[in-house]
């Protein structure tokens, strides 16, 4: 039995999720696969934190876009999304990372993005259960926290209400050629076939890099207004870069509940979803001694999830060389939440024909072919 669509979505998390909604508001036969259910994989497994980063200039660029997706979304939000604009403040332990504190002032301000330089005492002033002796901040008020799952679930939802075919719990084994099929033999056809299978996406798309990066998080017992801000420390970013080792760093969300949501950690080359409890214990004691207060609370759960990451840090947005029906939606890592809406408008323009509002060559997949094909050696 073959069915034929325009677009065949491969991947039901929020950003597979994002695009069935724009794809299928823009008028265009949608259906979309997954083998397990709506907002599952590293949507469930995120802090839902709606943020601008700027490790450069495209991933600023692609961050603040989608973040503004998000504020213009929001009225129409469900309450269970729990959108809430808590902010966002960057924590310095010292005059080091105050001196980050001002780059990030300046690099944000001259972009539009609306920040506020704390000292000590404005720090403490915001967030009284920081431990002393910390040197400032960056106050971010334009970010934002989401509850990931039921997102990714009211985005789907609207798919559908603009016809998308919805086929969970059904595995797909191969796709290629405007052809997706799957492990009940059942071949799906469209001329578009988008892949936003988060870490698996690598395993459909032959020669696509995706590394996986583990990641624990801990959520604890309700404390009401004992923390007000997503907060992060300076160090995060080193956290975050590296590549070869397992790192922790100091990051603490809000939730509407009251309850407060600990990561976080990264890990590669860790492939068992199991908690890690020695990255575990680390994570913890990294965030108490940021929040000495975290230390008498009761925690309820922990978990494991994986980020989809790329060599460059940047998400794969874009038709795939090798195949003119094939194109990509994934490479994320920890950013795919706030960047859902952004590369969903990304992907659609392309394929419309649309006029993109923000460059999008920094993330097309044909940049990964070029690079693999510079690494490899001239023939003799």
Wanted: hydrophobic share 40%; proline share 4%; charged share 25%.
């Amino acid at each position: 039995m073959n069915v034929t669509y325009d677009i065949i979505i491969v991947g039901a998390g929020i950003v597979g999720a994002a695009c069935a909604d724009e794809l299928s508001r823009r008028g265009m036969a949608v259906a979309i696969v997954d083998r397990e259910w709506i907002g599952g994989g590293a949507t469930a497994a995120g802090m839902g934190h709606i943020v601008v980063m700027d490790d450069s200039e495209a991933q600023f660029a692609l961050m603040r876009y989608s973040q503004q997706l998000w504020h213009k979304l929001r009225l129409e939000l469900p309450d269970d999304v729990e959108y809430e604009q808590t902010g966002t403040i960057w924590v310095a332990a010292d005059e080091e990372e105050m001196a980050e504190v001002r780059r990030k002032r300046n690099y944000y301000g001259q972009r539009g993005v609306p920040v506020e330089e704390l000292d000590a005492q404005g720090l403490k002033h915001l967030e009284p259960h920081l431990r002393d002796a910390l040197a400032g901040g960056l106050r971010v008020p334009d970010d934002a926290v989401l509850y990931p799952p039921c997102g990714a679930r009211f985005l789907m939802e609207r798919a559908q209400q603009s016809g998308a075919k919805l086929h969970l719990g059904r595995s797909v084994t191969q796709i290629g050629d405007g052809c997706v099929r799957l492990t009940d033999g059942l071949e799906m056809q469209a001329q578009y076939i988008v892949n936003a299978a988060g870490t698996s996406a690598g395993d459909l798309t032959s020669g696509l890099e995706i590394r996986k990066r583990k990641g624990h998080l801990v959520i604890t017992d309700r404390y009401a207004r004992f923390l007000r801000h997503q907060l992060l420390e300076l160090g995060y970013l080193k956290s975050a870069h590296s590549v070869t080792t397992d790192s922790v760093a100091f990051n603490v969300q809000p939730r509407r509940t009251g309850q407060i949501l600990i990561g976080s950690s990264r890990q590669y080359g860790a492939e068992h979803k199991e908690v890690d409890h020695e990255i575990l214990a680390r994570m913890l004691r990294r965030a108490e001694e940021y929040m000495p207060g975290l230390r008498a609370m009761s925690a309820i759960r922990c978990w494991t999830g994986f980020r989809a990451a790329t060599r460059d840090k940047l998400p794969l947005i874009g038709p795939w060389p090798d195949d003119p029906s094939l194109w990509l939606a994934t490479g994320h890592e920890g950013l795919g939440i706030t960047a859902s809406l952004g590369t969903a408008r990304i992907l659609a323009d392309q394929i419309t024909g649309a006029a993109p509002e923000i460059p999008i060559e920094p993330y097309l997949p044909s940049r990964m072919m070029l690079s693999q094909t510079l690494k490899e050696p001239a023939n003799a």
